[in-house]
Protein backbone atom coordinates (compact mmCIF):
# COMPACT_ATOMS: atom_id res chain seq x y z
CA UNK A 1 0.00 0.00 0.00
CA UNK A 2 0.85 3.48 -0.62
CA UNK A 3 0.35 6.17 1.37
CA UNK A 4 3.01 8.94 0.05
CA UNK A 5 0.95 12.04 -0.03
CA UNK A 6 1.12 14.05 3.14
CA UNK A 7 -2.19 15.56 4.61
CA UNK A 8 -3.48 18.99 3.81
CA UNK A 9 -5.84 21.17 6.26
CA UNK A 10 -8.00 22.33 3.39
CA UNK A 11 -8.77 21.89 -0.55
CA UNK A 12 -6.47 18.57 -1.91
CA UNK A 13 -3.90 20.83 -3.93
CA UNK A 14 -1.26 18.18 -5.39
CA UNK A 15 -1.04 16.38 -1.99
CA UNK A 16 -3.79 13.75 -2.23
CA UNK A 17 -5.73 14.27 0.94
CA UNK A 18 -8.49 16.43 2.42
CA UNK A 19 -7.37 16.65 6.45
CA UNK A 20 -7.70 13.10 7.36
CA UNK A 21 -9.26 11.75 4.53
CA UNK A 22 -8.19 10.66 0.92
CA UNK A 23 -4.86 8.86 0.03
CA UNK A 24 -3.57 6.65 -2.42
CA UNK A 25 -3.90 3.41 -0.33
CA UNK A 26 -3.22 0.95 -3.43
CA UNK A 27 -1.45 -2.05 -4.59
CA UNK A 28 2.49 -0.88 -5.47
CA UNK A 29 1.24 -2.23 -8.90
CA UNK A 30 -1.06 0.95 -9.41
CA UNK A 31 1.06 3.66 -8.43
CA UNK A 32 2.87 4.11 -11.80
CA UNK A 33 -0.92 4.69 -13.27
CA UNK A 34 -2.00 6.78 -10.65
CA UNK A 35 1.20 9.31 -11.04
CA UNK A 36 0.99 9.26 -15.20
CA UNK A 37 -2.94 10.23 -14.57
CA UNK A 38 -2.27 13.18 -11.86
CA UNK A 39 0.42 13.82 -14.42
CA UNK A 40 -1.87 14.42 -16.77
CA UNK A 41 -4.79 15.63 -14.87
CA UNK A 42 -2.50 18.59 -13.58
CA UNK A 43 -1.25 19.17 -17.35
CA UNK A 44 -4.21 18.95 -18.98
CA UNK A 45 -7.03 19.81 -16.72
CA UNK A 46 -5.18 22.76 -14.03
CA UNK A 47 -2.82 24.04 -16.92
CA UNK A 48 -5.15 23.44 -20.22
CA UNK A 49 -2.24 21.87 -21.89
CA UNK A 50 -3.12 22.05 -25.35
CA UNK A 51 -6.45 23.91 -24.91
CA UNK A 52 -8.26 20.36 -23.32
CA UNK A 53 -10.44 22.74 -21.18
CA UNK A 54 -11.78 24.28 -24.19
CA UNK A 55 -12.81 21.64 -25.71
CA UNK A 56 -13.73 19.69 -23.06
CA UNK A 57 -16.34 22.77 -22.50
CA UNK A 58 -17.08 22.99 -26.54
CA UNK A 59 -17.77 19.53 -26.16
CA UNK A 60 -20.02 19.59 -23.29
CA UNK A 61 -21.87 22.29 -24.46
CA UNK A 62 -22.71 20.33 -28.20
CA UNK A 63 -22.75 17.35 -27.22
CA UNK A 64 -24.05 17.71 -23.32
CA UNK A 65 -26.19 20.58 -23.76
CA UNK A 66 -24.56 22.87 -21.00
CA UNK A 67 -25.32 25.13 -19.17
CA UNK A 68 -28.44 23.34 -17.45
CA UNK A 69 -31.12 25.10 -16.26
CA UNK A 70 -31.91 27.04 -12.80
CA UNK A 71 -36.13 26.90 -12.53
CA UNK A 72 -37.73 28.64 -9.87
CA UNK A 73 -40.36 25.73 -8.89
CA UNK A 74 -43.38 27.65 -8.05
CA UNK A 75 -46.03 25.11 -6.46
CA UNK A 76 -43.18 24.03 -4.47
CA UNK A 77 -41.72 28.19 -3.25
CA UNK A 78 -46.05 28.12 -2.99
CA UNK A 79 -45.73 24.69 -0.69
CA UNK A 80 -43.39 25.70 1.43
CA UNK A 81 -43.63 29.50 1.72
CA UNK A 82 -39.85 30.16 0.51
CA UNK A 83 -37.94 30.38 -2.97
CA UNK A 84 -37.37 27.00 -4.33
CA UNK A 85 -35.27 26.49 -7.54
CA UNK A 86 -34.03 23.71 -8.91
CA UNK A 87 -30.92 22.80 -10.89
CA UNK A 88 -31.73 20.78 -14.11
CA UNK A 89 -29.18 18.49 -14.32
CA UNK A 90 -31.92 16.09 -15.53
CA UNK A 91 -32.03 17.45 -18.37
CA UNK A 92 -28.01 17.06 -19.20
CA UNK A 93 -27.50 14.51 -22.04
CA UNK A 94 -28.15 11.31 -20.77
CA UNK A 95 -30.11 12.50 -18.60
CA UNK A 96 -28.19 13.15 -15.09
CA UNK A 97 -25.22 14.79 -13.82
CA UNK A 98 -22.90 11.90 -14.75
CA UNK A 99 -21.89 13.17 -17.86
CA UNK A 100 -19.82 15.93 -16.54
CA UNK A 101 -17.01 13.92 -15.27
CA UNK A 102 -17.44 10.91 -18.11
CA UNK A 103 -16.62 12.80 -21.16
CA UNK A 104 -14.21 14.74 -18.58
CA UNK A 105 -12.48 11.59 -18.13
CA UNK A 106 -12.94 9.67 -21.64
CA UNK A 107 -11.60 12.67 -23.74
CA UNK A 108 -8.63 12.89 -21.08
CA UNK A 109 -7.86 8.98 -21.71
CA UNK A 110 -7.66 10.22 -25.27
CA UNK A 111 -5.26 12.89 -24.94
CA UNK A 112 -3.05 10.32 -22.86
CA UNK A 113 -2.96 7.64 -25.92
CA UNK A 114 -5.21 4.98 -23.94
CA UNK A 115 -6.97 2.71 -26.03
CA UNK A 116 -9.60 1.14 -23.89
CA UNK A 117 -12.16 2.61 -21.39
CA UNK A 118 -13.51 0.70 -18.28
CA UNK A 119 -15.88 1.95 -15.40
CA UNK A 120 -18.30 0.64 -12.62
CA UNK A 121 -21.90 1.62 -12.32
CA UNK A 122 -24.67 1.35 -9.70
CA UNK A 123 -27.85 3.31 -10.75
CA UNK A 124 -26.48 2.90 -14.45
CA UNK A 125 -26.15 6.74 -14.97
CA UNK A 126 -22.30 6.72 -14.63
CA UNK A 127 -22.21 3.96 -16.89
CA UNK A 128 -24.74 5.20 -19.82
CA UNK A 129 -22.51 8.36 -19.42
CA UNK A 130 -19.13 6.84 -20.05
CA UNK A 131 -21.06 4.43 -22.48
CA UNK A 132 -22.33 7.42 -24.59
CA UNK A 133 -18.90 9.41 -24.12
CA UNK A 134 -17.09 6.63 -25.06
CA UNK A 135 -19.02 6.71 -28.42
CA UNK A 136 -18.82 10.24 -28.96
CA UNK A 137 -14.94 9.63 -28.87
CA UNK A 138 -14.72 6.29 -30.56
CA UNK A 139 -13.34 4.35 -27.54
CA UNK A 140 -14.17 0.74 -26.84
CA UNK A 141 -15.49 0.75 -23.22
CA UNK A 142 -16.44 -2.01 -20.53
CA UNK A 143 -18.76 -1.33 -17.69
CA UNK A 144 -18.95 -3.70 -14.40
CA UNK A 145 -22.16 -3.41 -12.82
CA UNK A 146 -23.28 -6.05 -9.95
CA UNK A 147 -25.82 -8.19 -11.24
CA UNK A 148 -28.57 -6.85 -8.19
CA UNK A 149 -28.25 -3.31 -10.13
CA UNK A 150 -28.41 -5.16 -13.52
CA UNK A 151 -32.10 -6.82 -12.34
CA UNK A 152 -33.68 -3.30 -11.16
CA UNK A 153 -31.79 -0.91 -13.90
CA UNK A 154 -32.51 -2.99 -17.05
CA UNK A 155 -33.51 0.16 -18.96
CA UNK A 156 -29.79 1.51 -18.56
CA UNK A 157 -28.00 -1.50 -19.45
CA UNK A 158 -30.11 -1.80 -22.84
CA UNK A 159 -28.88 1.76 -22.72
CA UNK A 160 -25.28 1.32 -22.85
CA UNK A 161 -25.60 -1.97 -25.04
CA UNK A 162 -27.69 0.30 -27.66
CA UNK A 163 -24.15 2.91 -27.63
CA UNK A 164 -21.84 -0.20 -28.33
CA UNK A 165 -20.44 -0.68 -24.42
CA UNK A 166 -20.10 -4.67 -22.95
CA UNK A 167 -21.92 -4.80 -19.61
CA UNK A 168 -20.71 -7.26 -17.24
CA UNK A 169 -22.39 -8.27 -14.06
CA UNK A 170 -20.87 -9.02 -10.98
CA UNK A 171 -22.53 -11.79 -8.66
CA UNK A 172 -19.60 -11.45 -5.99
CA UNK A 173 -21.05 -10.44 -2.27
CA UNK A 174 -24.39 -8.18 -2.22
CA UNK A 175 -24.13 -7.08 -6.54
CA UNK A 176 -24.32 -3.95 -6.24
CA UNK A 177 -22.03 -1.34 -6.34
CA UNK A 178 -19.06 -1.88 -3.82
CA UNK A 179 -18.72 -4.99 -5.94
CA UNK A 180 -18.85 -3.45 -9.18
CA UNK A 181 -15.51 -1.34 -8.10
CA UNK A 182 -14.17 -4.21 -6.87
CA UNK A 183 -14.44 -6.02 -10.68
CA UNK A 184 -13.07 -2.82 -12.04
CA UNK A 185 -9.84 -2.38 -9.78
CA UNK A 186 -8.98 -5.54 -11.04
CA UNK A 187 -9.38 -5.26 -14.24
CA UNK A 188 -7.33 -2.17 -14.62
CA UNK A 189 -5.07 -3.41 -12.30
CA UNK A 190 -3.71 -6.08 -15.04
CA UNK A 191 -4.62 -3.54 -18.26
CA UNK A 192 -3.55 -0.62 -16.86
CA UNK A 193 -0.97 -0.11 -19.73
CA UNK A 194 -3.46 0.25 -22.31
CA UNK A 195 -6.74 1.19 -20.30
CA UNK A 196 -8.37 4.09 -18.34
CA UNK A 197 -10.54 3.40 -15.38
CA UNK A 198 -13.38 6.20 -15.48
CA UNK A 199 -14.02 6.13 -11.85
CA UNK A 200 -17.81 7.29 -11.80
CA UNK A 201 -17.72 9.34 -8.64
CA UNK A 202 -15.60 11.51 -6.16
CA UNK A 203 -13.79 8.37 -4.50
CA UNK A 204 -11.00 6.59 -4.69
CA UNK A 205 -7.47 6.96 -4.79
CA UNK A 206 -5.74 10.78 -5.49
CA UNK A 207 -6.48 12.37 -8.22
CA UNK A 208 -10.01 10.08 -8.47
CA UNK A 209 -11.50 12.36 -5.89
CA UNK A 210 -10.49 15.87 -7.07
CA UNK A 211 -10.73 15.18 -10.49
CA UNK A 212 -14.01 14.06 -10.68
CA UNK A 213 -14.74 17.38 -8.68
CA UNK A 214 -13.33 19.34 -10.84
CA UNK A 215 -15.23 18.31 -13.98
CA UNK A 216 -18.64 18.15 -12.10
CA UNK A 217 -17.79 21.84 -10.40
CA UNK A 218 -19.74 23.32 -13.87
CA UNK A 219 -22.67 22.43 -11.35
CA UNK A 220 -22.22 24.81 -8.67
CA UNK A 221 -20.06 27.78 -10.57
CA UNK A 222 -23.72 27.56 -13.12
CA UNK A 223 -25.77 28.30 -9.84
CA UNK A 224 -23.78 30.87 -8.54
CA UNK A 225 -23.57 32.85 -11.35
CA UNK A 226 -27.55 31.88 -12.46
CA UNK A 227 -29.02 32.42 -8.73
CA UNK A 228 -27.29 35.39 -9.00
CA UNK A 229 -28.56 36.96 -11.99
CA UNK A 230 -32.26 35.64 -10.83
CA UNK A 231 -32.66 36.21 -7.89
CA UNK A 232 -30.04 38.96 -7.12
CA UNK A 233 -28.07 37.06 -4.44
CA UNK A 234 -26.20 33.67 -3.26
CA UNK A 235 -29.15 30.93 -2.13
CA UNK A 236 -29.57 30.50 1.66
CA UNK A 237 -29.23 26.71 1.18
CA UNK A 238 -28.14 24.18 -1.52
CA UNK A 239 -29.21 20.82 -0.93
CA UNK A 240 -27.91 17.77 -2.92
CA UNK A 241 -28.21 13.89 -2.43
CA UNK A 242 -25.65 12.16 -1.28
CA UNK A 243 -23.94 8.30 -2.29
CA UNK A 244 -20.36 8.81 -3.27
CA UNK A 245 -21.00 12.45 -3.42
CA UNK A 246 -20.28 13.55 -7.67
CA UNK A 247 -23.30 15.70 -7.74
CA UNK A 248 -22.99 16.81 -4.23
CA UNK A 249 -19.38 18.05 -4.61
CA UNK A 250 -19.75 19.43 -7.90
CA UNK A 251 -22.77 21.27 -6.69
CA UNK A 252 -21.40 22.60 -2.98
CA UNK A 253 -17.48 23.42 -4.53
CA UNK A 254 -18.38 26.82 -5.83
CA UNK A 255 -19.94 27.50 -2.21
CA UNK A 256 -17.67 26.01 0.02
CA UNK A 257 -15.87 29.50 0.77
CA UNK A 258 -19.28 31.50 1.50
CA UNK A 259 -20.05 30.59 4.94
CA UNK A 260 -23.48 31.90 5.21
CA UNK A 261 -24.85 29.39 2.57
CA UNK A 262 -25.46 26.45 4.64
CA UNK A 263 -24.65 22.95 2.78
CA UNK A 264 -26.73 20.05 3.26
CA UNK A 265 -25.39 16.35 1.99
CA UNK A 266 -28.74 14.22 2.11
CA UNK A 267 -27.61 9.93 2.37
CA UNK A 268 -30.26 7.54 2.05
CA UNK A 269 -31.95 6.84 5.55
CA UNK A 270 -33.32 3.37 4.26
CA UNK A 271 -35.63 1.40 6.86
CA UNK A 272 -33.13 2.00 9.33
CA UNK A 273 -30.56 3.45 11.08
CA UNK A 274 -29.04 0.85 12.62
CA UNK A 275 -26.66 -1.73 11.78
CA UNK A 276 -26.57 -5.49 12.38
CA UNK A 277 -23.43 -6.22 13.07
CA UNK A 278 -23.92 -9.79 13.18
CA UNK A 279 -25.46 -10.21 9.59
CA UNK A 280 -23.29 -7.46 8.05
CA UNK A 281 -26.22 -5.57 6.80
CA UNK A 282 -26.36 -1.86 7.19
CA UNK A 283 -30.56 -1.01 5.86
CA UNK A 284 -29.01 1.97 4.84
CA UNK A 285 -26.81 4.32 3.03
CA UNK A 286 -26.10 6.93 5.61
CA UNK A 287 -22.28 6.86 6.13
CA UNK A 288 -21.58 10.59 6.47
CA UNK A 289 -24.22 10.59 9.55
CA UNK A 290 -23.04 6.99 11.14
CA UNK A 291 -20.40 5.78 9.33
CA UNK A 292 -16.46 5.66 10.95
CA UNK A 293 -13.31 6.20 9.72
CA UNK A 294 -11.60 3.00 7.34
CA UNK A 295 -10.00 2.41 3.77
CA UNK A 296 -11.77 1.76 0.69
CA UNK A 297 -11.39 1.11 -2.71
CA UNK A 298 -8.11 3.33 -2.51
CA UNK A 299 -9.39 6.13 0.13
CA UNK A 300 -9.30 6.74 3.66
CA UNK A 301 -12.94 7.86 4.30
CA UNK A 302 -15.61 7.91 6.13
CA UNK A 303 -17.68 3.73 5.76
CA UNK A 304 -20.42 1.84 7.27
CA UNK A 305 -18.42 -0.94 9.07
CA UNK A 306 -18.75 -3.44 11.55
CA UNK A 307 -16.99 -2.92 14.80
CA UNK A 308 -14.30 -5.22 13.60
CA UNK A 309 -13.39 -3.20 10.75
CA UNK A 310 -15.61 -5.21 8.29
CA UNK A 311 -17.12 -3.44 5.35
CA UNK A 312 -20.95 -4.28 5.57
CA UNK A 313 -23.86 -4.44 2.85
CA UNK A 314 -25.74 -1.23 2.85
CA UNK A 315 -29.15 -0.51 1.29
CA UNK A 316 -31.04 1.97 -0.74
CA UNK A 317 -34.31 2.08 -2.46
CA UNK A 318 -31.91 4.04 -4.93
CA UNK A 319 -29.04 2.10 -6.71
CA UNK A 320 -27.32 5.12 -6.95
CA UNK A 321 -27.01 5.99 -3.25
CA UNK A 322 -26.44 2.21 -2.47
CA UNK A 323 -22.78 2.27 -1.36
CA UNK A 324 -20.97 1.66 1.62
CA UNK A 325 -18.58 4.41 1.90
CA UNK A 326 -18.09 8.42 0.58
CA UNK A 327 -16.11 10.88 -1.22
CA UNK A 328 -12.95 11.67 1.45
CA UNK A 329 -13.54 15.22 0.45
CA UNK A 330 -17.13 15.13 1.53
CA UNK A 331 -16.18 13.36 4.95
CA UNK A 332 -13.59 16.08 5.65
CA UNK A 333 -15.96 18.74 4.68
CA UNK A 334 -18.55 17.01 7.33
CA UNK A 335 -15.96 16.60 10.42
CA UNK A 336 -15.22 20.26 10.13
CA UNK A 337 -18.54 21.37 10.00
CA UNK A 338 -18.87 23.13 6.64
CA UNK A 339 -21.25 20.57 5.22
CA UNK A 340 -24.23 19.23 6.99
CA UNK A 341 -25.05 15.03 6.77
CA UNK A 342 -28.76 14.55 7.03
CA UNK A 343 -30.85 11.50 5.90
CA UNK A 344 -34.44 10.43 4.74
CA UNK A 345 -35.76 6.58 4.58
CA UNK A 346 -36.76 4.70 1.73
CA UNK A 347 -40.27 6.24 1.93
CA UNK A 348 -39.74 10.13 2.38
CA UNK A 349 -37.58 9.50 -1.17
CA UNK A 350 -40.51 7.72 -2.83
CA UNK A 351 -43.07 10.18 -1.61
CA UNK A 352 -40.73 12.69 -2.90
CA UNK A 353 -40.21 11.17 -6.43
CA UNK A 354 -44.45 11.57 -6.53
CA UNK A 355 -44.57 15.05 -5.26
CA UNK A 356 -42.16 16.66 -7.88
CA UNK A 357 -43.72 14.80 -10.98
CA UNK A 358 -47.21 15.76 -9.40
CA UNK A 359 -46.25 18.95 -8.68
CA UNK A 360 -43.68 20.22 -11.31
CA UNK A 361 -44.17 18.11 -13.86
CA UNK A 362 -40.69 16.69 -13.02
CA UNK A 363 -39.87 13.08 -13.40
CA UNK A 364 -36.42 12.92 -10.44
CA UNK A 365 -34.04 9.80 -9.82
CA UNK A 366 -35.09 8.02 -6.72
CA UNK A 367 -31.26 9.77 -5.71
CA UNK A 368 -32.59 13.40 -6.23
CA UNK A 369 -35.91 12.01 -4.61
CA UNK A 370 -33.71 12.11 -1.41
CA UNK A 371 -33.02 15.63 -1.54
CA UNK A 372 -36.80 16.43 -1.96
CA UNK A 373 -37.78 14.22 0.99
CA UNK A 374 -35.13 16.32 2.98
CA UNK A 375 -36.86 19.59 1.68
CA UNK A 376 -40.78 18.60 2.55
CA UNK A 377 -39.68 17.24 6.24
CA UNK A 378 -37.23 20.37 6.91
CA UNK A 379 -37.85 23.33 4.78
CA UNK A 380 -38.69 25.69 7.66
CA UNK A 381 -34.47 25.27 8.94
CA UNK A 382 -33.63 26.45 5.08
CA UNK A 383 -33.66 29.92 4.99
CA UNK A 384 -36.12 31.91 2.48
CA UNK A 385 -33.96 30.75 -0.38
CA UNK A 386 -32.95 27.41 -1.52
CA UNK A 387 -31.83 25.96 -4.37
CA UNK A 388 -31.99 21.60 -4.83
CA UNK A 389 -29.85 19.97 -7.08
CA UNK A 390 -32.15 17.29 -9.51
CA UNK A 391 -28.93 14.92 -10.26
CA UNK A 392 -31.00 13.00 -12.72
CA UNK A 393 -34.43 11.70 -14.53
CA UNK A 394 -36.73 9.11 -13.10
CA UNK A 395 -36.95 7.08 -16.02
CA UNK A 396 -34.59 4.19 -14.89
CA UNK A 397 -36.43 4.15 -11.83
CA UNK A 398 -39.87 3.56 -13.04
CA UNK A 399 -39.86 -0.09 -12.24
CA UNK A 400 -38.50 0.32 -9.07
CA UNK A 401 -41.18 2.69 -8.02
CA UNK A 402 -44.09 0.41 -9.29
CA UNK A 403 -42.92 -2.44 -7.17
CA UNK A 404 -42.24 -0.26 -4.11
CA UNK A 405 -45.60 1.49 -4.62
CA UNK A 406 -47.44 -2.08 -5.31
CA UNK A 407 -45.86 -2.95 -1.61
CA UNK A 408 -47.94 0.05 -0.19
CA UNK A 409 -51.22 0.64 0.89
CA UNK A 410 -52.60 2.62 -2.25
CA UNK A 411 -54.85 4.77 0.40
CA UNK A 412 -51.69 5.76 1.99
CA UNK A 413 -49.84 7.60 -1.11
CA UNK A 414 -48.03 10.66 -0.78
CA UNK A 415 -50.45 13.64 0.80
CA UNK A 416 -49.83 15.63 -1.91
CA UNK A 417 -52.65 17.61 -4.08
CA UNK A 418 -52.58 16.40 -7.60
CA UNK A 419 -54.22 19.81 -9.64
CA UNK A 420 -56.00 19.84 -12.80
CA UNK A 421 -54.86 22.11 -15.44
Known amino acids: MSTEHDHDDG ?8 GDYGGQYVPEALMPALQELEDAYERYVLENEDGFMDEFRERMRDFGG ?32 KLNNALGQVLLAKYMGKERIIAETGAGQHGTATAMAAAHLDMPCEIYMGRTDVNRQRPNVYRMRM ?34 YVIGSVVGPHPFPQMVRDFQAVIGDEIREQIRETAGRLPDSVVACAGGGSNTMGTFHAFVPDEDVDLVAVEAGGSSLEIDEEEGLAPNSATLSTGTDG ?25 GLDYAGVGPELSHLVE ?67 EETEKRDLEAAPDVEVFDG
Open 11 to 18: DAGRTGTF
Open 163 to 196: NGAEVTPVEAGSATLKEAINETMRDWATTVERTH
Open 336 to 402: TGRVTPANVDDEAALDGFHRLSRLEGIIPALESSHALGYLEESADELGDLVVVNVSGRGDKDLETVL
Open 295 to 319: VLHGAMTKLLQAGDGQIVESHSVSA
Open 66 to 97: RPTPLQRADRLSERYDREVYLKREDLLHGGAH
